[in-house]
């Protein structure tokens, strides 16, 4: 009888202790990274890839080598097959500069709508085939693509991208007016224009035995245009894809490229990521574009990255970085400091049932480790840590 009282305590023991295992939550650091390769020609990031020495793309690897995300969103990394194998091979699996290896079992890439020629004269000087004629503003197909590596399984069959949808499908789009009260695209241009500059893409990664959709785009920039502010109403368009997609119901009028129509169930879980090119407060553009997504209820926007070097920036550079509204801390990019100055323009928003455990911008200050490496990019890499 004692044998057997104490067979079943052993027993009971292990049965709570495998009970705590499986309930464990998951920890997961999720990036958004701008890498900005700035390059203007078909091949080139190709090559650099290939060569395996190049100091830029080295210097990328040691960022993400040191922050350790287990997802992350790559945005302006030029569209090229087999260009996230060349990556991890040569240079995110091998030490930099002392930093330990990372991999990534799971990538994800497409075409993407950049440099993709529309044969329509979208800037209205009386030609086709500039780099603003393409579908979204591109010297050739793929460039400022998107690449999202992760540690978890990636539901390939699941992916679902909105490349192709038109903009004049949107209910209520803004659609871009000239100050004479004219459409500033003509209706057989508006009734082909794709909304997308780049893609939007619901990427669900397998955390678990739970499901999280990444919601990944790179929205066009809302300058370098006129008063019709065609690209400042594109993009808050663009960001208004995911407004309507995780909004049960909203979504009704959206259908992806293989025809499926609708947003996301009701209860999924998401994490919207990328350059969405508007700040919340800042930048003297459409304002609301942001605004829109982070007072969404079906978001969780409490934690606010920052960082030293921001501020650091702002304090040294100063010109019109000393006007904006916003934290200084906050921004996420590096911009020229009599037109734009930096901004907070990189987000990373959880849906309100994922549980936010921190976040951060990695821009180190000029007496902190990494400090080297943030001109890599005008952007910089921006983090969140999640209980999953």
């Not at 951060?360 to 490496?373: F, T």
């Amino acid at each position: 009888m004692h044998l057997n009282r104490s067979i079943l305590f052993v027993f009971s023991i292990v049965l709570q202790i495998s009970c705590t295992l499986a309930e464990s939550p998951e920890q997961l650091r999720i990036a958004t990274f701008n890498v900005a390769m700035g390059l203007e020609n078909d091949g080139e990031l190709a090559a650099r890839l290939k060569a395996g020495d190049d100091e830029r793309l080295a210097k990328l690897a040691e960022i993400l080598q040191q922050v350790r995300p287990d997802i992350v969103l790559l945005n302006e990394f030029d569209y090229s097959p087999g260009s996230a194998d060349l990556l991890r091979r040569n240079y995110l699996e091998k030490p930099q500069s002392g930093k330990p290896s990372i991999s990534y079992s799971s990538t994800f890439l497409a075409p993407v709508n950049t440099g993709v020629d529309s044969g329509m004269d979208f800037n209205r000087n009386g030609r086709t085939g500039d780099p603003e004629d393409a579908w979204g503003f591109g010297h050739f197909p793929g460039q400022y693509g998107m690449l999202v590596l992760s540690r978890y399984p990636i539901n390939i069959s699941g992916i679902r991208s909105f490349r192709q949808f038109l903009w004049k499908d949107m209910p209520g789009a803004l659609r871009p007016m000239m100050e004479s009260g004219e459409s500033y695209y003509p209706d057989e241009t508006w009734n082909q224009l794709r909304l997308s500059s780049k893609s939007h893409w619901d990427i669900p990664l397998k955390i678990g035995d739970n499901i999280l959709h990444f919601l990944v785009s790179h929205p066009t920039p809302t300058v370098f245009d006129g008063p019709e502010d065609r690209n400042g109403r594109r993009n808050h368009d663009e960001n208004r894809i995911w407004v309507d997609y995780i909004q049960h119901g909203a979504a009704f009028y959206l259908h992806d490229d293989a025809g499926k129509p609708g947003g996301l169930k009701s209860g999924s879980v998401f994490v919207i990521a990328g350059d969405l090119n508007a700040d919340p407060l800042d930048g003297g553009w459409m304002v609301d574009s942001m605004r829109q997504l982070l007072q969404h209820p079906q978001i969780n926007a409490s934690c606010i990255p920052r960082s030293k070097g921001a501020a650091e920036a702002t304090e040294l550079q100063a010109g019109i970085n000393l006007q904006h509204r916003g934290n200084p801390a906050t921004d996420t990019a590096d911009f020229n400091d009599e037109y734009a100055g930096n901004l907070r323009i990189d987000f990373l928003l959880p849906s309100k049932d994922l549980k936010l455990k921190g976040c951060g911008v990695y821009w180190p200050a000029r007496n902190e480790d990494g400090h080297q490496l943030v001109e890599v990019s005008d952007h910089r890499l921006v983090w969140i840590d999640l209980e999953f």
